[in-house]
Every structure is written in structure tokens, then in C-alpha cells.
């Protein structure tokens, strides 16, 4: 995507919006903390297992997410954010 004031082009992560989407309503259903280091080492430990999906255009933009959206990616994505959640819950570092 251009940055409008720069008229660079960013590089951006998709899938840090995906968790992102969920993080913090899936770890309230888990009845977990949800303090800022909790919040930041689920997201980490989600993101480092999930592949990237950078995009540059909008056209990349909405074929990613269209793929995203696949009934496995969506598996994966919940599987690594509990996985992060349990993995956190029982080590928190607060």
C-alpha cells in the first residue's frame, strides 16, 4: 500500500491482523489475564507460529485475505492463539 504523505510503498503483515481480530476476545473466553505482557507474549507466540502474508497493493491485500479465509487457515489461526493461551496461562510472566 502507498503511504499518501511519503508516496512510499509499505509492506504489510496480514496476518497480524488476523490475530489480532481474535486475540483479546479469545483469551476473555479463557478466563485469562489480559495484561499487557500476557496480551503481547499470546501474540508473539501466535504470530511466530503462523506463516506471514505480506502485501504491498490492495490487490494483494484482498487475494490474501480471500485465501485467508480458507477453513484451514482459520484452523490454524485459532489452534496457534490457544496454543498461546494455554501455553502463557500456565507460565505467565507478569
Given at each position: 500500500m502507498?503511504?499518501?504523505?511519503?508516496?512510499?510503498?509499505?509492506?504489510?503483515?496480514?496476518?497480524?491482523?488476523t490475530?489480532?481480530?481474535?486475540?483479546?476476545?479469545?483469551?476473555?473466553?479463557?478466563?485469562?489475564?489480559?495484561?499487557?505482557?500476557?496480551?503481547?507474549?499470546?501474540?508473539?507466540?501466535?504470530?511466530n507460529?503462523?506463516?506471514?502474508?505480506?502485501?504491498?497493493?490492495?490487490?494483494?491485500?484482498?487475494?490474501?485475505?480471500?485465501?485467508?479465509?480458507?477453513?484451514?487457515?482459520?484452523?490454524?489461526?485459532?489452534?496457534?492463539?490457544?496454543?498461546?493461551?494455554?501455553?502463557?496461562?500456565?507460565?505467565?510472566?507478569?
Amino acid at each position: 500500500m502507498k503511504d499518501p504523505q511519503s508516496g512510499q510503498y509499505q509492506v504489510h503483515n496480514l496476518t497480524e491482523d488476523t490475530v489480532e481480530e481474535r486475540l483479546l476476545r479469545d483469551m476473555e473466553k479463557s478466563d485469562m489475564c489480559t495484561c499487557d505482557r500476557c496480551v503481547a507474549d499470546v501474540r508473539a507466540y501466535a504470530l511466530n507460529h503462523l506463516p506471514p502474508q505480506y502485501v504491498v497493493s490492495q490487490i494483494g491485500n484482498a487475494f490474501v485475505l480471500a485465501r485467508s479465509l480458507s477453513a484451514q487457515a482459520n484452523a490454524d489461526l485459532v489452534a496457534a492463539i490457544l496454543d498461546g493461551i494455554v501455553l502463557v496461562k500456565r507460565n505467565p510472566r507478569h
